[in-house]
Structures are given as structure tokens and as C-alpha cells.
């Protein structure tokens, strides 16, 4: 076989003596980790015959994203025109008959029937949780030498599995760990890195994640009530009523749906889908929600887009505005939190914010004050918009710090 060609950034090149059976490559964005994991594999399996689960959580993200990365990576390498990409089923197979599989984890069952799996590689692992990753590490018992799971991640919150995981505590055996970020990468165009950068003003938690690699201080979580759970185990009460909250951003936030579920009877709140997207026209917005069923229900969005209300009832979604009105977000956060929440696990964006919601503190005092930061909001101000409903008594509730857990 022609010798592959292949530039590969250098921090990762001690990966390659590696023996342990689980690789953490995480860090910043855009710190050549998914890059190099798809070079690593694409390397090792083109030496000899072997078998990959590559998993991500949600399916339906996978096309775009690690799939296709896998077949750029092929071209690149010089593989394109001997491998078989699959792209129904996707799956990749290469001209020795290594095979690489793509699944979401929302596909349990056929995971569970595919056998022989040499390695496995899983993109966003923060997407996934701590009982996913034990049931992956389950699958891995074939005969091959050298059987790995390699993991790549943005280090997004200490509540995720993976801090708890791999950074509180000493690391767990077998593992090895690699942090990169920006720096790592030579392969990256200035703008991408100034504006990474230009977060270190705008927005310091972000730069912190994003640019840095790092863990974000974990704050006070305004949001702690609430389980995860498989969508198959979600048993909605009879007087279950539904609605969707939205909310609307462009270039740097993004449009997000959120179909929600709540039991008057159970006083329980159901997150149960999302919609979570940059750059949406109302067009896109509007196809996503059909797409996605979501145009059965009612919808609440953001008042401050009454044109986009107005164009996207006018095609014919049953929206209408948020009322919001005074102190809308502290008695929003209030009603969240004294309902039980359950929120399905292939809302992982939802989670992401869940996992990361906490009250700012005073920047001299070191006190927290009642007032939640402005990130990692998008889908949680979706949902408080769409919970207006459900929150029908007065809220003449005063909104003191102790109400709200402070
Ligand atoms: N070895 C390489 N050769 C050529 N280009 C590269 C290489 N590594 C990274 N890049 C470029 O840098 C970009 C970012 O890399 P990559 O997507 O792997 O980063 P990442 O760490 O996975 O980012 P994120 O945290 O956002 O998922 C790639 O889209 C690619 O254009
Ligand atoms: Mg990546």
C-alpha cells in the first residue's frame, strides 16, 4: 500500500505510544482534537483489519458532523477513492476491510446487536453520561490487541460526568489524558483565533471553556432539580399538556425550540425535545419546527422578535409572544424551580445549560446576587417563555433571595 501522507499537529503525536485502553483528548475549540482522533483512527485501521463504533449521542447530528469529518479525512489522506462510504447507513469501510460504524446512542437496540467491536470513538462525550460510557466500555471485549475508547470533548461544566469522572478525583486507571487548545492547533485561520480571543472580553466564562480548555468555576446552579432520563422510560401523566418554548438568536446565540410537557397533577415539568441551531433564517426555523413535529403545538416566543413572530405565524405556526413582563426572569426561574423536573437525554443542549446556569456573584462582596448569568441561557429562556403558560397563578410572590435558594 502507497504510503499515507498526513500532517498531524504535534501535541498529539505522544498519543501514539499510548497503550492505555481509554484516551480523553479534551480542551478548547477548535484545538485540532476531533482532527486528530479521525487521523489516529483512520491510521491505525488502514495497518490492519479491525472493527469501530464511532458514537455520538443524538444520530441525527452525526451526518453533519463527525461523519463527514471522517470522509474529509479520508480524502486528505489520500483514501477517499479506495474506501466505501456508505452514507444511508454511514458506515466507512476501508480497502482492507476495516470498518467503522457511525451510530447516535438514541439507536440502544442496534448497538446492541452489532458484535466484534475492536474500538470505540465518541465525539462530544459531555453530550453523553456516566452510565453511557460504563455500557460503551461493556462492548469492547473482542479478541484485538490494544482495544481503546477515545473521547473527545469541550470541558463545558464540573457538573458533567466527565469532570466528576476524570479531573475531581485522580484519574481512573488505564487512562490517558490530553488537554489542548488553540496553541495545539497550526492548522487554524486567524480569524477563528481572534475570535476566540475577542471572548476573553466579551464573554469570560466562554473564553475560559472555549479558548482555554478549562473547567469554568462552578458557580451556584440556579437549577438543580431536575433527572435525566432515556426517552423510552418517560412516562407521561394523562393530563399531560404540551407547548414550545422558543427562543431567537443568529450569530453568536443560537435559535432554539424546546417542546415541553407539564402534569398539573404531578406538578412535574417535561423536557422532552430541542431545536438548537446558529444562523437560522425564518425559513430554516420554520422547516426545523415542521421537521421536528413541533408545529402541532402552540408555540411562545421571544417578544423581543416580533417580526420573526409575525413571519413565522404568517407561514402558519401556531406562535405567539412571550408576555415576560416584570421580573420575569427571576419569577421564571422561581416556578422552574419548585416543580419537579424530568428532562429527556437527547436534550443535550438543554443539559449543557442545566449544567452550567448560575447566579452571578458581586464583584466586590464575593455575595451572590439574584440575577443568573447571560450565557447558557438560550434554551433555558425558550423554556421559561413556553412555561408562561403553565404558570397561570398570580405571581404575587415576593421574589426575596432566600425564595430563590440564595
Ligand atoms: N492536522 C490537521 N491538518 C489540517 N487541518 C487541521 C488539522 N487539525 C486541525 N485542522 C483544522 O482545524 C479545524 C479545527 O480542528 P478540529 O475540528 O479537529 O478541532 P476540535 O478540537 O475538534 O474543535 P471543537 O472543540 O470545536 O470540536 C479543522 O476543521 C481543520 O480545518
Ligand atoms: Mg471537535
Known sequence: MAKVQVAINKAYQPVFSRKERTIVLYGGAGSGKSKFAIQYFILKYSREKR???????????????IFKEFVTGLSEMGLYNTSKINKSNLSITLKNGSLFIFKGLDDREKIKSISGIDDILIEEATELNYD???????????????????MMFNPVSKANWTYKTYFE????????????????????PKAYVDNLLNMAKTNPTYFKVYALGDYATLDKLILTNYQVMQEKDIELPKDTSFIIGMDFGFTNDPTTAILLGYSASTDTLYILDEIYRLHMLTDEIYSSVVKKGFNKYRIIGDCAEPRLIKELKLKGLKIEAAKKGSDSILHGILWLQSRNIVISDKCVNT???????????????????NKPIDDFNHCIDAIRYGCEKFNTKNRLRTLEKSALGL
Open 51 to 65: 472493527t469501530a463504533l464511532v458514537i455520538r449521542k443524538v444520530g441525527a447530528t452525526i451526518r453533519d458532523s
Open 132 to 150: 453511557d460510557v460504563t455500557q460503551l466500555d461493556l462492548r469492547l471485549r473482542s479478541k484485538a490487541s490494544n482495544q481503546q475508547i477515545m
Open 169 to 188: 478525583k485522580e484519574a481512573p486507571p488505564n487512562t490517558f489524558i490530553l488537554k489542548t487548545n488553540y496553541k495545539d492547533n497550526a492548522f487554524l
Open 351 to 369: 443539559l449543557t445549560e442545566f449544567q452550567n446556569y448560575t447566579w452571578q456573584k458581586d464583584k466586590k462582596t464575593e455575595e451572590y446576587i
